[in-house]
């Protein structure tokens, strides 16, 4: 399929019709959206047997560029919307898929993002039943924005929330700290940097699978996106009212990642992740998910990176590996390179 | 401020405008290295070189000698400790 | 990293403190007020709080942070300065990351940007240079901001800018000089500092000499320091035996780095470009002489002052802002009236709060730890 999107792919008429049939329809494969109603029809049955409670959470991405290393905007909506549901326990199980286009995007490039979308749902175990397509006029939009909701179930007696952290409880991350930020930071190639960094978006609803296995009583769960695990680790202790301490060289940082984040005076830890979360379990539990962890592919690397004590409360303390100790608190704004 | 840190040279890129590659940790950039070639230090005996990089430029090229032997000096300094301590210990007793 | 990790070794660091807890009882000091010490760059004091440093020495020691971070000590009328050029529809503003989100009187570079206006971040002069190249129907200015570390690379790259005939760069120069305000931090009649750590990465461009009269005129220890968390220890446990052995003198700990005679290609650019002005102004410190530089007239069609209008208004700092004290060590920041009430990282009035580096921000963002202890010790 050649050519660009023009306003009569949005018209509602013969080319809107081709579009969803060709490029959407097909390229997701699956029943419930082939059926073409105005509406996905999910049987309850079916959710139930999974738990006793819905999830249900929605995200917007737009990203320039659309195709950056290691990944795309594609399989980033559909990885975002499916660990926004994963780190509350729900097993993800149907997505829906609204875009804004604008007009002369390449088809191919829309053809690329839709092929991500469907490998990225299929590993995550997720189905795109509806959708939505809008065409905006040039310069209306920037390229491609994609907007998922999902829906998810949590099994009877999960219950992970943020202001469940204890004091002995035990801090887990899945892996490397920071890949996404980096990989990211030049991808428009302002700072003319030659970096070897991938993006880490990965789906993580396999991996809390097996770790709800392991341990079905995970006190707090949460994938850290923008603000890094810096932002996640604060937010439960804000909901917690503990402190949660961290022994810097617990923090797995790949020697890349740490590169430019020395060129451009970043920290790590502010760093947005795109498959990486943060777990918070009891003293006991922690070996039994850590093993669970390692076992799967999302969480190969592991490791427990800190504590929760009580006091001071509601902070964020790192142990650094020279044998001090500071606060890390929420960013001001943005994390801007800190160079002259 | 004045943010700087340590990469090393692995290829020249441009002879004229005085243009390198450095590496810092597999992370890779163009510098210009003005500051660091003179007769007795032609651009091509940076390739290899260890330089203090700032802005784009490399601004120094960093003594090994003189890193070791800070380094020495604080080993030096450990190890001092480590016998005082090892004294005190042995007269803790009595 | 090499020559990054060997810096940060934390036995080597206990070696360090201990070392400094056995000299300074052997101190002669004629109050019992703590030694202060000022790290005068901001990047000294980014580490200090980044490793937790203050918490890991005695409470005999205090440390001052200085004023050595050129985005804090930039007057919100440059800022504005920044802003109306930014906003000329035939200019792509660039920068340094680090001055995106300084307050000027109406609103920051990064406001100017979502408003429009062409405001793109680098990493060098040289990437600025680039886009005039790349685009020769738009006026690039490259905002020229720094001490003398990052005056050779502007320099060099106006002369690159020359060579090649590109005629649509030009450099809004704000570099400012250390020496002359650590002059005046030292002439100011409330200062009481013992010692100094000298900036590491400014003496590797101007060499050890122009630091000898703080030894010499003003009977102070000063240390070329290094950016490292052992650099710093070591540092500050050279400065502590200068005094402990009634010695004062300029000593060079970031030798690995610091040629004691400095970086001649550098100088001989930066000459070239570069002239003394009369004064420049500082954020929290007022109008310090021959503190900053301007283009010399030969290079004046490379000078974004020259070249487009500026509005160049002066714009007094707050009133209740206590930067100065601060700066000289008079106070220490929580001890600012407004500190973490009017004045914070969101909604900065004064200098220090300013960017991470600056003292007002690091204590607020990192250390409040340090604070509670300080708090405690002294109460
Ligand atoms: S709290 Fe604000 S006004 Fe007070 S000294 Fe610090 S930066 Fe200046």
Known sequence: MNGTITLAHGAGGRAMRELIDTLFVGGYGNDLLAALEDQARLELDALVAHGDRLAFTTDSYVVDPLFFPGGDIGKLAITGTVNDLAVGGARPLFLSCGMILEEGLPLDTLRRVVASMKATADEAGVQIVTGDTKIVHRGAADKLFINTAGIGVIPAGVDIRAARARPGDRILINGWVGDHGAAIVDARGELALDNPVETDCQPLSGLVEAMLAACPDIHCLRDATRGGIAGVLNEFATASGCALHIEETAVPIRDTVRGVCEILGLDPLYLANEGKLVAIVAPEDAEPVLEAMRAHPAGRDAVIIGEVTESPTGSVILHTGFGGERIVDLLVGEQLPRIC | MCLGIPGQIVEIVDHENLLARVDVAGVRREINIACIVDDAHPPEACVGDWVLMHVGFAMSRIDEAEARKTLALLDQLGEVEAELATMRASEAPT | MKFVDEFRDPNKARALIREIETLLPQ????????????????????????????????????????????????????????VALAERPEVIFTTFGDAMRVPGSKKSLLQAKAEGADVRMVYSPLDALALARANPDREVIFFALGFETTMPSTALTVLAAEREGIDNFSLFCNHITTVPTIKAILDSPDMQIDAFLAPGHVSMVVGEAPFRFVAEDYGKPIVITGFEPLDILQSLWMVIRQLAEGRCEVENQYRRIVPPEGNSAGLEAVAKVFELREFFEWRGLGSIDHSGVRMREEYARFDAERKFPVPSLKIADPRSCQCGEVLKGVIRPWECKVYGRQCTPQTPMGALMVSSEGACAAYYQHGRLAVEAQRGQAG
């Open chain 3, 27 to 82: 101190i002669p000091r004629a109050d019992e007020r703590p030694l202060q010490i000022m790290e005068f760059c901001g990047g000294h004091t980014h580490t200090i709080f980044r490793y937790g440093l203050e918490q890991m020495l005695p409470g005999a020691i205090e440390l001052v942070h200085g004023p050595g971070c050129p985005v804090c000590v930039l007057p919100m009328g440059r800022v504005d300065d920044c």
